[in-house]
Structure formats: C-alpha cells, structure tokens
Nanobody
C-alpha cells in the first residue's frame, strides 16, 4: 500500500508562486506514473499535470502549460508541482495521485492512490 502526503499549499497573492510536494510513504518501485489534479468548490476534479515515474516524461493540461511544472525526485520518493504566475482562479484543493500501470492520465478513475489534498488560495 502506498500513502501519498501533499504539502506546500497556502495563501498567496496573484502573480505569486508556490511549490507543492507529494511524498510517497514507501519505496516507489511499484508506481508507474503520477499526476496532479485540483478541485475548486462546486467543480469537478481537474487534471493538471502528469509524470512518468521512471522515465520522467511529462504531460500537461492546457490550463497549466507555461505556468505549472511537474518533476520528481526518485531518491526522495517525492513528486513536485511548481506553480508560478498564480491567478485567483487557481484557488482549489490540489491532489496528487499515483498509478501502478498505464491508463488515461486525465481520468481520475485510472489512479490507485490519492493524497489528502493541500489547499491553494490566491488572492487578487
């Protein structure tokens, strides 16, 4: 069983930056890929960014291209999401997810493990 713990959220002004972390509780040899999602109040969970755990290849939703960067540190069992040029509409709970196999990266049903979420609030 893999447990994921997010951290790094907080309150930031528009235009500011944050770095979110997602640490896996155990060795990540069983993880094939990981992603970041977010969910704003009253909205569905939205895919943001994906990374292949072993290779490190990435894929982004249009909403994050140019502003969000996903990367991982295998030795630290941790995935990161760097957020820059934040906007009030980026306010949401940000979740990380992990999967043991291939699947449609944007689909929440194709992940085996989820973190508890970390709140990001952007003031105007």
């Amino acid at each position: 069983q893999v447990q994921l713990v997010e951290s790094g959220g907080g309150l930031v002004q528009a235009g500011g930056s944050l770095r979110l972390s997602c640490e896996a509780s155990i060795r990540t040899f069983s993880i094939y890929r990981m992603s970041w999602f977010r969910q704003a109040p009253g909205k569905e969970r939205e895919f943001l960014a994906h990374i292949s755990w072993r290779i490190g290849s990435t894929y982004y939703a249009d909403s994050g291209k140019g502003r969000f960067t996903v990367y991982r540190d295998i030795d630290k069992h941790t995935m990161y999401l760097k957020l820059v040029s934040l906007k009030p509409e980026d306010t949401a709970v940000y979740y990380c997810a992990a999967a043991r196999s291939l699947g449609i990266v944007t689909n929440t049903e194709n992940y085996d493990y989820w973190g508890q979420g970390t709140q990001v609030s952007v003031s105007s």
